[in-house]
């Protein structure tokens, strides 16, 4: 396969007071462009931790990871995340919160009205564009995420990663986010990496599901390739 992005070897140690503590050991993963992936497994099984190794938050103790051949060692916005927790700006609105990001990334290279029109197409993607003037604090939880994920996409990441999104969501609000981030894979094409507890979410979202084994010394365990039509 053509590895677009290239986990390669990648071992991650942390020093505790109580000694050296192996989280990961030997994890290789190849994703190839416009692939979506589920990590699953226990909590605490390093799940969060890989995705920040690729998300450039923390650096791998040996190994390390390959975006298109070149190393990833630090953030960027090749690299867009969502958090189970929303994270927005409380003082800024709905809009305001996306277009902070599109500023910061496109702010040197595009006009003020392209940084417009891709903070508003992009919250129109996940049916938020008729709350633009709203602050988070006035709309729902699922509505946050649904902005969360409109930020992370305005910045056009080569890679989108996604630590279980849905994760505090009821039911409901869980099943018409899947519903959306399903539509936006098929306009889209994004290389994800998605963590989930959730086997049924990962079937139903993924191409490819990998199953991580339990730590400490934490590696991959299965990879299965999930064939269905969407």
């Known amino acids: 396969m053509n ?3 290239n986990i390669d070897n990648v071992d991650m140690t942390f020093h505790t007071q109580s000694g050296t503590f192996h989280a990961l050991r030997n994890i290789n993963l190849k994703i190839a462009k416009g692939e979506f ?3 699953i497994g226990h ?3 390093g799940k969060s931790t890989v995705l920040n190794i690729v998300a450039g938050l923390l650096n791998a103790t040996r190994g390390g990871v390959l975006l298109e051949n070149r190393e990833v060692n630090r953030p960027g916005p090749d690299r867009a995340v969502v958090f189970q927790n929303h994270s927005l700006l409380p003082w800024l609105s709905v809009y305001d919160n996306v277009r902070i990001a599109v500023d910061k990334v496109f702010g040197k290279t595009t006009s003020s009205a392209e940084r417009d029109e891709m903070t508003r197409l992009n919250l129109k993607r996940v049916h938020m564009d008729h709350a633009i003037h709203k602050r988070p604090g006035e709309i729902s939880g699922g509505m946050k995420q649904r902005v969360g994920i409109a930020r992370a996409l305005a910045m056009q990441p080569k890679v ?3 630590d279980e999104p849905f994760g505090a969501l009821d039911a409901l609000t869980r099943a018409h986010l899947q519903e959306t981030v399903m539509e936006l894979q098929v306009e889209l094409g994004n290389t994800v990496i998605m963590i989930t507890h959730d086997v049924d979410e990962a ?5 490819g599901i990998v199953m991580m084994t339990n730590g400490p010394a934490v590696t991959i365990g299965e990879v299965l390739k999930v064939d269905l039509p969407r």
Do not use: F, N
């Open 43 to 45: 909590s605490g099984c």
């Open 3 to 5: 590895a677009y992005l």
């Open 37 to 39: 992936v589920s990590l």
């Open 203 to 207: 079937v139903l979202l993924s191409d």
């Open 160 to 162: 989108l990663l996604m």
